[in-house]
């Protein structure tokens, strides 16, 4: 299995390019399933959860082509490539693909829709949580599903269609949010989802079903109106770029210190976790193109945070904005609120020597003068790169393992962060 092996040290100067967002692209390619006509879909980045999830449209018949190179504005090298759902020949989902990748579970939302059935495997993916998929199965069921979970797979049937229905969710839930969304677009009649979720992805998704003949009010609220229309029709669309990748970057730079241009990057999808960045006094200098983000010499403040649906601080930074704060100058409480188990990164932080001690679902972080190198591991994506953040300020060689969690959402990383001075490499092995 590879390794990344950082050496500790040296500032980050240069330019990174912002790739497509990973939590876009997967429910845009999903979507796909919703028309007989093809999804084009730029600026899709080279990730092991992209490839995943194009295994298991293909099983669904989805045919795919990926068009030649092209240049991309930011310099980044997302492909484009076109989903067509011409033909579904198979409305199952087996737990051996869906099992790698939670999202896959989504493809239940198109398939109900447009096959008026669905056969999908309890989902697998990045052990955080508990992770039901109750809110899935409740919203579907109100739109007119009859669901029933046997053997590990949800069986969902709607033989007339699904009907239009006002749903509140309980819990913001991202996922349960793109499925219900997908489904209701070729429901019979008006639908009204109360709490969904408000994340850019959310968005970027609602906007692509727009293109696509949907018919959706209240885009980017918690309150999504959506009036059924009989199909969807071909559409070309441009994945937003991944804030998490930006915010991930920019708590590197925040780390090492020295300055670099985050290239495509767009603030305002992170806003709060650039606020934060400020506050623990980073330079954030939104541009047209990007963002630049320099530390120099100043030391970095404490803060404290606690993660939050959109818009607030995401989860999904909040392992890295752990590893930047094991070097602040004090103490800062990180509260994570979104999952229960998504600590996992404390312990292997503390073989770096950080300091953070953990009572329920906060972590309080005493920052340390220095970190010193050692073999990591992690069981989750965001965790593995806080890693990789400690590393480069480290002393010495920090390797860490499992790399197949860096993979599946971060495209070159070693390359990106090569390039701008830090001393890193993928060893196999
Ligand atoms: C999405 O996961 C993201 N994944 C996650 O990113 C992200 O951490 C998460 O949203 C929160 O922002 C993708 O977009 C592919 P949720 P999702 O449903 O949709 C509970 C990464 O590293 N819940 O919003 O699975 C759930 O247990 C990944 O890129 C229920 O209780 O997250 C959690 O506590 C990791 N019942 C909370 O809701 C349900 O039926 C929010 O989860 C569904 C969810």
Known sequence: ??????????????????????????????????????????????????????????????????????????????????????????????????SKMRASFWVIGPLLARMHEATVSLPGGCAI?????????????????????????????????????????????????????????????????????RE??????????VGMGARISGIGTSTLTIEGVEELYGYRHRVLPDRIETGTYAMAVAMTGGDVFLKGAEPGLLQSALDTLVEAGVTIEPKNDGIRVARNGAALKPVNVSTDPYPGFPTDLQAQFMGL?????????????????????????????????????????????????????????????????????AEGKTTVSRVYHLDRGFERLEEKLSRCGAVIERVSG
Do not use: W
């Open 129 to 197: 949580g508990q992770r039901p998929v109750d809110l899935f199965i409740d919203s579907l069921a109100a739109l007119g599903a009859d669901i029933k979970v046997e053997n590990g797979y949800v069986i969902a049937n709607a033989p007339g269609g699904l009907v239009g229905a006002t749903y509140a969710f309980p819990k913001v839930s991202v996922g349960a949010t793109h499925v219900a969304l997908m489904a209701a677009t070729l429901a019979k009649g008006t639908t009204v989802l109360e709490n969904a979720a």
């Open 200 to 209: 850019p992805e959310v968005t970027d998704l609602a906007n692509c079903l």
């Open 325 to 393: 704060m094991t070097m602040a100058d004090g103490v800062s409480d990180i509260q994570e609120t979104i999952f229960e188990n998504r600590f996992m990164h404390v312990q292997e932080l503390a073989r770096l020597g950080a300091n953070i001690s953990v009572d329920g679902n906060t972590a309080t972080v005493t920052g340390v003068k220095t970190l010193t190198g050692a073999e990591v591991m992690a069981t989750d994506l965001r965790a593995s790169v806080s890693l990789v953040i400690a590393g480069l300020v």
């Open 1 to 98: 299995m590879d390794s990344i092996v950082v050496t500790g040290g040296n500032r980050l100067n240069g330019v990174i390019p912002i790739s497509g967002a990973k939590n876009a692209t997967l429910p845009l390619m999903i979507a796909s399933l919703l028309s007989s006509e093809p999804l084009i879909l730029e600026n899709v980045p080279h990730l092991a959860d992209v490839e995943s999830l194009v295994r298991i449209l293909t099983n669904h018949g989805v045919d795919y082509r990926v068009e030649g190179k092209r240049k991309q504005p930011n310099g980044c090298d997302g492909r484009t490539i076109h989903f067509s759902a011409d033909d579904i020949v198979d409305t199952t989902a087996p737990y051996e693909l869906v």
